[in-house]
């Protein structure tokens, strides 16, 4: 029959929990009425009997492998592929991608220190759930706006005081890596927490509104030396868009930063950065929840390039 795709069967599994005896007579019930015969039409309205509602949970349950009278609802939307293949015959009815609990993250010197260190090859990372790192980390956490920069941590330069601290560093995410689980994480660990994204009017938006956010990574050099470095054309493809988030911003620090760059006219990528050994320096948002110092000397991989 193929009646009961995941709407309908959750339609039917209500007024069937429900023991409802009528339903409007829309688009979805007006297929259900045509397909088996359940109710009666009574102008905008389907009445259903006990035994429209017995012959509808034996088509639902031959049909996707539930049995629409017994399913926990709420528990059913929350399910993972794998619960929601444990309920119905297709696992695609679930409402939580495969990656929606995956963070990406990498150390220093190639290891994860959580409960246990994991060794992670050069320019790899491990996929973990965002709860097992608000659970196990004991270090700062930084989260990395772009993905060449995210594999090549060890080629930065962090502030000495961060690194000393063995960071754990996640990937902010994009279009195919949700980063949705990423904002879980922020939002959940209590421990330190900066960005380091693009030092550009877009880059600073982000690093501003990443929740539970409590500091950022940014080149500690000054403005003259930058300049090399920047892309005039970002910045004004950009700078609109941060003025827009600094009339509503609040908190003085980020409202320093933002106007700083601005005031600056300054695009610089991540990658521009880590190919010029840029020193970066941490810039608190918030107070700082540990013991984390604004600290503009840094320490670099490689010998820094002049």
């Known amino acids: 029959m193929n009646l009961f795709d995941k709407r309908t069967f959750l339609r039917v599994a209500r007024v069937i929990q429900g023991a409802q005896a009528e339903v409007p007579y829309n688009k979805t019930w007006q297929r259900v009425h045509r397909e088996t015969g359940a109710g009666v039409v009574q102008g905008s309205t389907l009445t259903l009997s006990a035994q429209d509602r017995e012959k509808l949970r034996q088509l639902a349950a031959l049909e996707t492998g539930a049995d629409p009278a017994r399913i926990a609802l709420d528990a059913f939307r929350q399910a993972t592929r794998t619960e929601t ?40 990372y491990l996929g ?124 003085p620090e980020a409202l320093r930063l933002g106007q700083t760059l601005l005031k600056s006219r300054l695009a610089v990528m991540q990658e521009r950065m880590i190919a010029h050994r840029l020193p970066l320096s941490w810039r608190a948002l918030t107070e700082q929840r540990g013991p984390i110092r604004p600290d503009t000397q840094a320490l670099c991989a490689f010998p820094e390039k002049t």
């Open 128 to 251: 973990l759930r965002w709860q097992q790192v608000v659970a196990e980390l004991q270090a700062p956490l930084v989260v990395v706006e772009n993905l060449a920069a995210f594999l090549a941590v060890d080629a930065i330069c962090w502030p000495e005081a961060l690194r000393e601290r063995e960071p754990l560093f996640v990937y902010r995410g994009d279009p195919v890596t949700t980063p949705a689980p990423v904002y879980h994480l922020l939002s959940a660990y209590t421990g330190e927490t900066a960005a380091f994204c693009d030092y550009d009017p877009a880059g600073m938006v982000i690093a501003l509104t990443l929740p539970g956010n409590a500091g950022v990574l940014v080149p500690a050099d000054g403005v003259e030396r930058l300049k090399s470095h920047s892309r005039p054309d970002l910045f004004d493809r950009q700078s609109a868009a941060l003025a827009r988030h600094l009339a509503r911003e609040t908190r």
């Open 85 to 124: 293949a444990d309920l119905v015959k297709d696992e695609k009815w679930a409402k939580r991608g495969v990656r929606d609990a995956l963070v990406q993250v990498c150390g220093l010197n190639h290891q994860v220190k959580l409960d246990q260190t994991y060794a992670v090859p050069d320019g790899g």
